[in-house]
């Protein structure tokens, strides 16, 4: 979907699950969600690539690619944020990606510890964690685009079965913290050699759910367009306004 020439109210009925949080192991897809994305909605796709490995096989087809962050410059966290909002400002961007939130921690921590000491280093590791955190969501609110942000869950290779995950921070190893801060939690899943996006992927008793009215599914995967026209497939747009099907 190209939001471009969509008013910006509307927009932000269109985008109002968003930021999404893909959360789930190492190889599971969430990068191939993006990379098998046809060329013209690349084209309109913005990355901050902590991995700093490519995407695709021609990242240069995605219209911007920032992976080059400077631990040693203080001002790194507050560059980021900008760019996280300058993108989102831009009318050519469709959806921003953040890949990956684990990577992004590690990175935050070496900038930290090399302009801090003491408890100084805590502080700043976790209010630039939330600052770049609350910038998204705050640039996806103003602005109405498809913002993501990718992350890791520990193997399920020798935990109990039924043993719920989350995504990790340095000192929040064992909290949903995470998962709470996004408007919706999706899951990248491989059965039978086959791609599945899944939402609601936590008991009844936990409140990391998703807050999409159809709170649960299940869908076949191939790009991250899917699960766009997914959560928006009541809706429909028409000479810029957003009509309910």
Request: proline letters at 3%; glycine letters at 4%.
């Amino acid at each position: 979907m190209t939001l471009e020439n969509i008013k910006l109210a509307e927009r932000k009925k269109l985008t109002s699950h968003y930021p999404v949080l893909l959360a789930s192991e190492t190889g599971s897809g969430k990068s191939m969600a993006f990379a098998n994305l046809p060329p013209e909605k690349k084209a309109r796709t913005v990355i901050f690539n902590f991995d700093n490995k490519a995407i695709s096989e021609d990242d240069s087809e995605f219209a911007k690619t920032y992976h080059d962050f400077d631990a040693e410059d203080l001002d790194m966290v507050d560059n980021i944020c900008k760019d996280i909002i300058k993108v989102c400002a831009f009318d050519k961007t469709d959806r921003v990606f953040v890949d990956t939130f684990t990577l992004m921690t590690k990175l935050i921590n070496r900038w930290s510890a090399g302009h801090y000491s003491g408890f100084d280093v805590w502080n700043a590791y976790n209010n630039s964690i939330t600052k770049i955190m609350e910038t998204v969501k705050t640039a996806t609110m103003n602005y109405g685009k498809f913002c993501y942000v990718s992350a890791h869950y520990p193997p399920k290779l020798g935990m109990a079965p039924g043993t719920k995950r989350y995504v990790t921070t340095k000192g929040k190893e064992h909290t949903n913290i995470i998962e709470e801060s996004f408007s919706t939690v999706i899951e990248t899943v491989m059965e039978d050699r086959k791609f599945y996006f899944v939402a609601n992927v936590f008991d009844e008793t936990n409140t990391t759910k998703t807050k999409m009215a159809a709170g649960e599914f299940k869908i076949p995967r191939h790009s991250i367009a899917d699960l766009e026209d997914y959560i928006n497939k009541k809706k429909h747009v028409v000479d810029g306004v957003l009509v309910n099907i």
